[in-house]
């Protein structure tokens, strides 16, 4: 079967696994370290990633965090908007918390898409066609940030809501961090890039839960200028409590 005959969330997710396939024997081939093998891994699973798009959805626009943008896209209904390695300095220092984003853009929302996380014992593979239902909900809600500066606002929340900070790398590990049950609310607000949140945010919204901008309002794709400030994931029982509470900040 070629991947052109895929659906979108399968080519997705067949993608995404095997990018990360690829960025897995780099990094075992011993040939780099440190930020020569996150350079390395990120040119390699851009190159997979783009030729396959531009092969098996020709008519598409596409967007990648290592390519060059081109304006074309503007003018075109479906995007591709990918990261070949969300989390590079993770992936260079040998740690599990990297990802690899293949999401789809419809009319400038994340509709479909697939994250995966190599690094994992056996790697695991999350998107829009494979949803699993919310593990229950713990009594105090765990906020993912980030390992070295954690977003002020995700501090002072979860100060608010006897909250607990967990600190991890990339922001597809985190935000799959939410759909696994691994953690309640990933609350960023440092900035981003609309590669770093579209498969994530379409898995997260497939998997039931609250994804939108830290003040309520949706998170758009295929923008002019692909700086996203920030974002929010969450379980739906907790989104109105976080915004709230951000909103007073």
């Known amino acids: 079967?070629?991947?052109?005959?895929?659906?979108?969330?399968?080519?997705?997710?067949?993608?995404?696994?095997?990018?990360?396939?690829?960025?897995?024997?780099?990094?075992?081939?011993?040939?780099?370290?440190?930020?020569?093998?996150?350079?390395?891994?990120?040119?390699?699973?851009?190159?997979?990633?783009?030729?396959?798009?531009?092969?098996?959805?020709?008519?598409?626009?596409?967007?990648?965090?290592?390519?060059?943008?081109?304006?074309?896209?503007?003018?075109?209904?479906?995007?591709?908007?990918?990261?070949?390695?969300?989390?590079?300095?993770?992936?260079?220092?040998?740690?599990?918390?990297?990802?690899?984003?293949?999401?789809?853009a419809i009319d400038g929302a994340a509709t479909t898409g697939a994250v995966a996380l190599p690094g994992l014992d056996g790697g695991i593979v999350l998107h829009t066609d494979a949803v699993t239902p919310l593990t229950k909900s713990p009594a105090k809600p765990r906020f993912l940030v980030s390992r070295t500066r954690p977003a002020k606002e995700a501090v002072a929340v979860s100060e608010a809501m006897g909250g607990e900070l967990v600190g991890m790398g990339s922001a597809g590990a985190k935000a799959m961090a939410v759909v696994r049950g691994e953690a309640e609310i990933y609350l960023h607000s440092g900035g981003q890039y609309e590669w770093d949140s579209c498969a994530p945010v379409a898995v997260a919204h497939a998997h039931g839960l609250h994804c939108s901008r830290i003040d309520g309002s949706p998170i758009r794709y295929n923008q002019t200028d692909t700086y996203l400030p920030d974002l929010l994931i969450c379980r739906p029982e907790y989104a109105e409590e976080v915004l709230a509470l951000v909103a007073g900040l």
């Open 1 to 104: 079967m070629s991947i052109a005959s895929l659906t979108d969330a399968e080519l997705a997710a067949h993608l995404a696994q095997a990018a990360g396939r690829i960025l897995l024997e780099v990094r075992t081939s011993g040939v780099f370290e440190g930020k020569a093998l996150g350079k390395a891994g990120d040119e390699t699973a851009n190159a997979f990633l783009c030729n396959a798009l531009r092969s098996a959805r020709p008519e598409d626009g596409l967007l990648s965090e290592e390519e060059k943008d081109n304006a074309a896209r503007l003018d075109q209904s479906r995007v591709w908007i990918v990261d070949p390695v969300d989390g590079t300095r993770e992936y260079g220092e040998q740690r599990e918390d990297w990802a690899v984003h293949v999401g789809l």
